[in-house]
């Protein structure tokens, strides 16, 4: 069964606008990441944050997470038409600060930047 | 390094026939995972393995199912008897235990249509 909720399942907006999506989890984990998929295509990675931290930024991508509520946030700044895929979070319920590598992956959300 | 690579990207097959996948890891990476998706859906666990040893197999994961991973480098998902409902992405990915905190690195897909 899938670990993550993902929230929207699609969204479409203009480029340059700002997009968000949600990912709520429902263990414990020692780390939450966010990938990338292009339609037929592979997973890349884009963002992992621990459980220990709050925020993280790379690049246009900012990640929230808040382990209280077992919610995340990827927000993706100032899009572009070739950001236009499906993004998926992942959870990894290792303990003790370890690793367990094995990810549960959400549904994702389809995201659609218009020129 | 030319990162993960999967082989055949697309199979179709008759229903009753055996297919094998192919995944060749990003060469130092010690973990190898097998996952399956499905159109619309997130990749969901199969398998997977630290060096040559399977640590852990997904229910999902029936009988006609095998994987191996000989020597610890490349893996071989087989698949007997399909079904129709074996119809799916079957994504490899690999990752280097200890060095990062269980990003994966995934290669493109095996796509599969058993007719």
């Known amino acids: 069964s899938q670990q993550g909720e993902e929230d929207p399942q699609a969204l479409s907006i203009q480029e340059g606008e700002n997009a968000t999506m949600n990912c709520s989890y429902k263990t414990s984990i020692n780390n939450l990441q966010w990938y990338r998929q292009n339609s037929g295509r592979g997973l890349v990675h884009l963002i992992l944050i621990r459980s220990n931290e709050r925020e993280k930024h790379s690049g246009r991508l900012r990640v929230t997470l808040d382990t209280s509520k077992k919610s995340s946030s990827l927000l993706i700044t100032a899009s572009r038409a070739a950001d236009t895929a499906s993004y998926f979070c992942a959870t990894d319920v290792g303990a003790g600060g370890t690793s367990y590598g094995k990810l549960t992956f959400g549904q994702g959300t389809i995201l659609t930047v218009h020129p | 390094d030319t990162g993960v690579s999967q082989n055949p990207r697309h199979k179709i097959t008759k229903r009753g026939q055996n297919v094998t996948f192919r995944c060749d890891p990003i060469?130092?990476?010690?973990?190898l995972y097998w996952y399956r998706q499905t159109l619309g859906q997130g990749p969901e666990f199969l398998t997977y393995f630290q060096n040559e040893a399977q640590l852990e197999k997904s229910r999902l994961l029936s009988d006609r199912f095998s994987a191996e991973r000989p020597k610890g480098s490349f893996s071989t998902l087989e698949i007997q008897r399909t079904e129709q409902g074996d119809s799916a992405m079957y994504l490899c990915?690999?990752?280097?235990?200890?060095?990062?905190?269980?990003?994966?690195?995934f290669g493109e897909g095996s796509r599969l249509t058993v007719l």
């Open positions: 990915a690999s990752s280097l235990v200890g060095h990062s905190t269980g990003e994966l690195f």
């Open positions: 060469s130092e990476h010690n973990r």
